[in-house]
């Protein structure tokens, strides 16, 4: 079965500090790979998003880079903190699931998310 | 994708239904309403998706206006374990990419 791990749990960093989350799937090949984060009472908003390694994109300018140096490994970063990153930061995996129905064929996304980190800046 | 509008709040008493609006009134016909949940302090989950038809599985079930511009989802019996914030969410379905637009999200509370 498939599994998605993130790490670490929380973190507490300083304004102006590096920031490196890690995100690992197992269990499958090749899949979609996305950063979320999640504002203290907002909803969830796309970071970045992978199809492939080394593909990276990016759904908003910010203060975030992503990388995925290996095919189920996407990493998240930043060289300088700010206030306004702390949140919850969700990564998710995903593949196209295509199904052959009597009245011809049928595809749908479904996304799985990791237990997210919790990050506070201050 | 399409946007969506859903109540920012509902109360359900435990062991009743509960049916959450989503309207989606500018739909393509080549979109999906997918719905997930987020329980406090966790990752989103997938709960079902549909076309047109109605849709059922062990979570849930899913109603599709005839004009698909509204869909409820219906949690049969209730449980304190449902309290979450619910998200009805349309993507075309031949979207590869795989991005999902989430907006506020129905809060759920469930009450004993």
């Known amino acids: 079965s498939q599994t998605i791990h993130q790490w670490p749990a929380t973190l507490v960093q300083p304004v102006g500090s590096p920031l490196s989350l890690e995100c690992t799937v197992e269990?499958?090949?090749?899949?979609?790979l996305y950063w979320y984060r999640q504002a203290a009472g907002r909803g969830l908003q796309l970071l970045f998003y992978?199809?492939?390694?080394?593909?990276i994109s990016s759904e908003v300018p910010q203060n975030l880079s992503a990388s995925r140096p290996q095919d189920r490994q996407f990493i998240l970063s930043s060289k300088k903190l700010l206030l306004s990153d702390s949140g919850f930061y969700l990564c998710?995996?995903?593949?196209?699931?295509?199904?052959?129905?009597?009245?011809?064929?049928?595809?749908?996304?479904?996304?799985?998310f990791g237990p997210g980190t919790r990050l506070t800046v201050l | 994708d399409a946007k969506t509008t859903q109540p920012p709040s509902m109360d359900c008493a435990e062991g009743r239904a509960a049916n959450l609006p989503c309207n989606h009134s500018?739909?393509?016909?080549?979109?999906?309403v997918y719905w997930y949940r987020q329980i406090h302090s966790q990752g989103p989950q997938y709960i079902i998706h549909?076309?047109?038809n109605n849709e059922t599985n062990e979570m849930a079930s899913l109603i599709i206006t005839e004009d698909r511009k509204s869909s409820t989802l219906i949690l049969p019996h209730a449980t304190l374990r449902d309290t979450a914030v619910y998200y009805c969410?349309?993507?075309?379905?031949?979207?590869?990419?795989?991005?999902?637009?989430f907006g506020a999200g129905t809060q759920v509370v469930v009450t004993p």
């Open positions: 969410i349309v993507r075309v379905a031949t979207d590869s990419w795989g991005k999902l637009q």
């Open positions: 549909g076309l047109k």
């Open positions: 998710a995996w995903s593949v196209q699931i295509h199904l052959r129905l009597a009245g011809g064929t049928s595809s749908y996304n479904e996304q799985f």
């Open positions: 992978s199809v492939g390694i080394g593909q």
């Open positions: 500018t739909i393509s016909g080549n979109e999906y």
């Open positions: 269990g499958t090949s090749n899949p979609n």
